[in-house]
């Protein structure tokens, strides 16, 4: 069995905490910050639009909520690394964790798809425009030509 590993003890604590700053912790506080302040700016307009707050607040609520869940995967999966790398493993061990951690790096990529489907399930406006893209017929009209006859 082939696995990959970092040797140097200091460069595998950096490596988890790099990920944890990069991979979990930064994109909840820009989601966070750039989702409170969509908000906001949204009520202090003149003009309130009453369903699209509630939009916003679904959305925003489900995204942050779909961060959260797959980040705190992700923070377990490299707290553990950064804590069993000196233990000694038997085979079996081994085996254990490399299922957990498969299962973990699944959860953390999958949040990059529930971006679509937290757009698609609690936002109508967004749902109306993806199934009209993909089902919808485009209604052009063909150019046609006709031939002229040159007789003489």
């Known amino acids: 069995m082939t696995q990959c590993a970092i040797i140097n003890p200091t460069a595998a604590i950096y490596n988890t905490y790099n990920g944890l700053v990069i991979y979990s912790l930064l994109p909840i506080i820009i989601l966070t910050t750039f989702s409170l302040l969509t908000w906001w700016n949204l009520r202090n307009k003149m003009v309130r639009r ?36 000196n233990i000694p493993n038997d085979a ?8 957990f951690n498969s299962v973990f790096t699944l959860i953390g990529f999958i949040i990059h798809t529930f971006s679509f489907f937290t757009y698609f399930f609690s936002s109508d406006a967004f749902r109306q425009k993806i199934l009209s893209l993909l089902f919808k017929r485009k209604r052009q009209i063909q150019p046609t030509t006709n031939p002229i006859k040159n007789t003489i």
């Open 50 to 85: 009453a369903e699209m707050e509630r939009s916003l607040t679904r959305l925003v609520f489900a995204q942050i909520t779909m961060v959260l869940l797959a980040s705190t995967g992700y923070v377990i999966r490299r707290m553990y690394q950064l804590y069993s790398t």
């Open 92 to 99: 079996f061990q081994v085996a254990q964790n490399n299922v």
